[in-house]
């Protein structure tokens, strides 16, 4: 069975400076991996997903992450945060047929002023 | 744009009660997943369903039992509540399944059993 693993429970920032949100996954197989993220009282919402092709993937919000297969790592980034990024963010990868998705326990990203 | 609605938003159970959570998307989409979510540890499949009259179980479904009448809906019913059920529950579609495809998620509903 495929996992998540994200190294950070939480991520203190100060506005405008860069983040990355870390992110692991085990497969041997292709896979499909994605970026969700929960602002407060809300459903997630898809940031970014990687199929296939370039492993830069650019998503919403200014938010862009890197596939590397050889460390089995799709880590996010932003070079400069805003105060209205604060939220939790989860990694994900796509599990079997049912359309599943496997989450990691989330990071939340606070953003100070 | 309604999108998926889930009702209600927040409930307090007692021990033993019972209660169905509802789930409803309008995007015509045939899968449909429910999916805990406790503090620190991620969502969790409890159930899903690729069309209707078809649902299986996820990771997590001990307590929970589901029913998939209609394309549009798709309830969770808690039997015999525990504190162990305390949780965020999340309802989300997608169309086909097919790996890489987006899921859309509902608000929520935050249920506390005590």
């Known amino acids: 069975a495929q996992s998540v693993t994200q190294l950070d429970s939480q991520v203190p920032v100060f506005e405008e400076a860069p983040v990355e949100l870390r992110c692991n996954y085990s497969?041997?197989?292709?896979?499909?991996l994605f970026w969700y993220v929960q602002y407060p009282n809300q459903g997630l919402q898809l940031l970014l997903k990687?199929?296939?092709?370039?492993?830069l993937v650019k998503g919403i919000n200014g938010f862009e992450a890197e596939f590397n297969k050889s460390q089995t790592s799709f880590h996010l980034r932003k070079p400069s945060v805003h105060i209205s990024d604060t939220a939790e963010y989860f990694c994900?990868?796509?599990?079997?047929?049912?359309?599943?998705?496997?989450f990691g326990k989330g990071t939340k990203l606070s953003v100070k002023p | 744009n309604a999108g998926v609605t889930q009702t209600p938003k927040f409930r307090i159970l007692k021990i033993g009660q019972s209660m169905t959570l509802q789930c409803t998307q309008d995007?015509?989409?045939?899968?449909m997943y429910w999916y805990r979510q406790d503090p620190g540890m991620g969502l969790k499949l409890i159930y899903y369903?690729?069309?209707?009259?078809?649902?299986d179980k996820g990771e997590v479904p001990n307590g929970y039992n589901v029913s998939r009448s209609t394309t549009e809906d798709f309830p969770l019913r808690l039997e015999l509540a525990a504190p162990s059920q305390t949780s965020v529950y999340f309802c989300?579609?997608?169309?086909?399944?097919?790996?890489?495809?987006?899921?859309?998620f509902g608000s929520g509903t935050q249920l506390s059993v005590l």
């Open positions: 989300a579609s997608s169309y086909s399944g097919a790996g890489g495809e987006k899921l859309f």
């Open positions: 497969s041997s197989v292709s896979v499909y």
């Open positions: 990687y199929l296939s092709g370039s492993t």
């Open positions: 994900a990868v796509h599990e079997g047929s049912q359309g599943n998705l496997i």
């Open positions: 995007m015509n989409h045939n899968y």
């Open positions: 369903s690729v069309g209707a009259g078809i649902t």
